[in-house]
């Protein structure tokens, strides 16, 4: 199993700009390329939804996003470092949420539904002030 950590959560004012990175440990030995990444986020009181995907090297890195954040959002990844990357810009306070690295073995391309992903990080927190 994959071993994910978040970080790079933290407060902003709306507007602002956040980074943030999914560093894979574990059985990842030579297989990170071929692992499709997705970002979720849960905010208070809410279900956990789907934010942005990144297929797997064979899929030439498809990406992704959820209606709410294309144009804002971007998923990116360094196979070298084994890092996942969510370039979060001109944020909103609805971005209030913690937000989740997950991978999945099972499928190349950018997919989007939670039963699709079999490894999942502790989440980090990312607050957006008005």
């Known amino acids: 199993q994959v071993h994910l950590v978040e970080s790079g959560g933290g407060l902003v004012q709306a507007g602002e700009s956040l980074t943030l990175s999914c560093t894979a440990s574990?059985?990842?030995?030579?297989?990170?390329?071929?692992?499709?990444f997705g970002w979720f986020r849960q905010g208070s009181g809410k279900g956990r939804e789907f934010v942005a995907a990144?297929?797997?090297?064979?899929?030439?890195?498809?990406?992704n996003y959820a209606d709410f954040v294309k144009g804002r959002f971007t998923v990116s990844r360094d196979n070298a470092k084994e890092i996942v990357y969510l370039q979060m810009n001109n944020l909103k306070p609805e971005d209030t949420a913690v937000y989740y690295c997950a991978a999945s073995k099972q499928f190349e391309g950018a997919v989007k539904m939670e039963y699709q992903y079999d490894s999942w990080g502790q989440g980090t927190q990312v607050t957006v002030s008005s």
């Open positions: 574990g059985r990842t030995f030579g297989s990170f390329g071929s692992t499709a």
């Open positions: 990144i297929g797997t090297s064979w899929s030439g890195g498809q990406t």
